[in-house]
């Protein structure tokens, strides 16, 4: 469970996240939803570690300490995060090296993913070759390489082709379903979040507008039609 | 995982054809210069026996510094440039880790390039310079080379290390570290500074001040002061 109680940002003098709070369930696939600028990447850099002076508290899994955390999450960030000169499967290497992960053990699930994701064929390519795409489901199976529980991927629907975005949420549902990994996902892509997503949350200039799970919304809105859109722009445009 | 990262970075600067041209164009300027400045004031064999004091004590820093000044750009900058040094921070490695792998592995590679050439010197010395009798360094010569220089290298290219990390403007940091090399091989030479054992207690002094220097700027170096360089 990954908790965030009160939690305040300012950078350069100005307040980025205005006292956010939210809760993330074991288990579940939560969306994390606002207009460009509002406070998702800075709420997934405080997650992660990349941000270190904020106020107020996260927990994950009742710790307070997320540092002592960070070899049991997983990240996909805006970037890709991956050597352009080094080759996907050096890049995979050196990745589990650093989560101290023996690659000749994880090599065969690593295969299957690659296989899964159509990379098997550019493994030994260097990275700096890859199409946009390319690099983000190569980005996508770093990020589970070492079996994270908890997931956070920005974006990670951004630049596959549909057949891949298929794939990817299959795959994310596989996480979810067998291994129980908890999904945090931002996304502007409201048909994924509307899909996968058990809970979402919606910010806009760092405050947080809504917390809500889908099925109440769903619920909620049964005299109308139900549309996340609707609900997206009811909230992140008030 | 520091072996993780020094492997990588050492593999890095390996294969990377720009630093094996700075590789040479270091080596031929490490060796034609205390060549020249040597031979200009004297082929006196006493002069000859501290030429190679002073090629073990203060050349075989500047060879190091040299080659950190393009290796620097390899690693600490293009983690910046590429932003995959978002990646690396999201992962268990704190960014000290980071940072004293990076530097191990441009000292390392630094240092195997300083003792060849500072043999190589040697070399030169006692068969095209002085003839007929054999130079040799002194022991504070080898404890310099060994012992000394080393860790004024690990701090000196640390240092850099982390400007380059925290600094948004990464021209100026260049800029100053250029300055320092050519004003350092410019004001160190035979005729201003003696290589004897008096150099011994000043060079305990600058490991000390450097040091100091190093955890002070340590303390600046934090995963969000990096990556709130980069945006």
């Given at each position: 469970m990954l908790i965030f109680e009160?939690i305040?940002?300012?950078?350069?003098?100005?307040?980025?996240?205005?006292?956010i709070s939210f809760i993330v369930e074991q288990g579940q696939i939560f969306g994390y939803?606002?207009?460009?600028?509002?406070?998702?990447?800075?709420t997934i850099?405080i997650i992660l570690g990349?941000?270190?002076?904020?106020?107020g508290q996260i927990k994950f899994n009742g710790n307070l300490s997320i540092k002592n955390q960070k070899s049991n999450i997983g990240f996909m960030?805006?970037?890709?995060?991956?050597?352009?000169?080094?080759?996907?499967?050096?890049?995979?290497?050196?990745?589990?090296?650093?989560y101290?992960?023996?690659?000749?053990?994880?090599?065969?699930?690593?295969?299957?993913?690659?296989?899964?994701?159509?990379?098997?064929?550019?493994?030994?390519?260097?990275?700096?070759?890859?199409?946009?795409?390319?690099?983000?489901?190569?980005?996508?199976?770093?990020a589970i390489?070492h079996d994270p529980k908890l997931l956070i991927l920005d974006?990670p629907?951004?630049?596959?082709?549909?057949?891949?975005?298929?794939?990817?949420r299959d795959h994310l549902l596989y996480l979810l379903k067998e291994k129980g990994t908890t999904i945090f996902f931002s996304s502007?892509?409201?048909?994924?979040v509307?899909r996968l997503c058990d809970k979402i949350a919606?910010?806009?200039?760092?405050?947080i507008?809504?917390e809500e799970y889908l099925y109440n919304?769903?619920?909620?809105?049964?005299?109308?039609?139900?549309?996340?859109?609707?609900?997206?722009?009811?909230?992140?445009?008030? | 995982?520091?072996?993780?990262?020094?492997?990588?970075?050492?593999?890095?600067?390996?294969?990377?054809?720009?630093?094996?041209?700075?590789?040479?164009?270091?080596?031929?300027?490490?060796?034609?210069?205390?060549?020249?400045?040597?031979?200009?004031?004297?082929?006196?064999?006493?002069?000859?026996?501290?030429?190679?004091?002073?090629?073990?004590?203060?050349?075989?820093?500047?060879?190091?510094?040299?080659?950190?000044?393009?290796?620097?750009?390899?690693?600490?900058?293009?983690?910046?440039?590429?932003?995959?040094?978002?990646?690396?921070?999201a992962?268990p490695?704190?960014?000290?880790?980071?940072?004293?792998?990076?530097?191990?592995?441009?000292?390392?590679?630094?240092?195997?390039?300083?003792?060849?050439?500072?043999?190589?010197?040697?070399?030169?010395?006692?068969?095209?310079?002085?003839?007929?009798?054999?130079?040799?360094?002194?022991?504070?010569?080898?404890?310099?080379?060994?012992?000394?220089?080393?860790?004024?290298?690990?701090?000196?290219?640390?240092?850099?290390?982390?400007?380059?990390?925290?600094?948004?403007?990464?021209?100026?940091?260049?800029?100053?570290?250029?300055?320092?090399?050519?004003?350092?091989?410019?004001?160190?030479?035979?005729?201003?500074?003696?290589?004897?054992?008096?150099?011994?207690?000043?060079?305990?002094?600058?490991?000390?001040?450097?040091?100091?220097?190093?955890?002070?700027?340590?303390?600046?170096?934090?995963?969000?002061?990096?990556?709130?360089?980069?945006?």
């Amino acid at each position: 469970m990954l908790i965030f109680e009160n939690i305040s940002k300012s950078i350069n003098g100005k307040q980025i996240l205005k006292n956010i709070s939210f809760i993330v369930e074991q288990g579940q696939i939560f969306g994390y939803l606002g207009p460009n600028g509002a406070g998702k990447t800075t709420t997934i850099r405080i997650i992660l570690g990349l941000y270190e002076q904020f106020t107020g508290q996260i927990k994950f899994n009742g710790n307070l300490s997320i540092k002592n955390q960070k070899s049991n999450i997983g990240f996909m960030l805006e970037d890709d995060g991956l050597y352009g000169n080094l080759t996907l499967l050096e890049n995979l290497e050196f990745y589990a090296k650093i989560y101290k992960l023996d690659f000749q053990k994880v090599k065969k699930i690593t295969d299957n993913l690659l296989l899964k994701f159509d990379l098997s064929a550019n493994k030994d390519n260097k990275v700096s070759t890859f199409s946009h795409g390319m690099k983000q489901k190569a980005s996508f199976v770093r990020a589970i390489i070492h079996d994270p529980k908890l997931l956070i991927l920005d974006e990670p629907f951004n630049g596959l082709d549909p057949d891949m975005q298929g794939v990817l949420r299959d795959h994310l549902l596989y996480l979810l379903k067998e291994k129980g990994t908890t999904i945090f996902f931002s996304s502007h892509n409201l048909y994924e979040v509307d899909r996968l997503c058990d809970k979402i949350a919606i910010i806009k200039d760092g405050e947080i507008k809504l917390e809500e799970y889908l099925y109440n919304l769903k619920s909620q809105s049964k005299n109308e039609d139900y549309n996340l859109e609707k609900v997206y722009f009811k909230y992140a445009n008030e | 995982m520091l072996e993780a990262i020094y492997t990588k970075a050492l593999t890095e600067l390996f294969k990377e054809k720009r630093i094996l041209l700075v590789i040479l164009l270091a080596s031929i300027i490490m060796l034609y210069l205390p060549y020249q400045i040597f031979t200009k004031i004297s082929f006196d064999e006493a002069i000859m026996a501290t030429a190679i004091d002073f090629y073990f004590i203060f050349y075989s820093v500047m060879i190091v510094l040299l080659l950190a000044y393009s290796a620097n750009y390899n690693l600490f900058l293009q983690e910046k440039t590429t932003k995959t040094i978002h990646s690396l921070l999201a992962t268990p490695l704190n960014i000290k880790t980071i940072w004293l792998g990076k530097t191990l592995a441009i000292c390392t590679m630094g240092y195997i390039l300083s003792f060849i050439l500072s043999f190589v010197f040697l070399f030169i010395l006692n068969n095209f310079i002085v003839t007929g009798k054999n130079i040799y360094p002194s022991i504070h010569g080898i404890i310099s080379l060994l012992l000394i220089n080393p860790i004024i290298c690990i701090f000196l290219v640390g240092n850099i290390g982390i400007l380059t990390l925290i600094s948004k403007d990464e021209m100026k940091v260049r800029i100053g570290f250029f300055i320092f090399i050519f004003a350092s091989l410019y004001f160190i030479n035979p005729k201003k500074v003696s290589a004897d054992l008096s150099l011994f207690p000043y060079q305990l002094i600058i490991v000390l001040i450097l040091f100091v220097i190093t955890n002070i700027s340590l303390k600046f170096l934090s995963n969000e002061k990096v990556i709130l360089s980069v945006d």
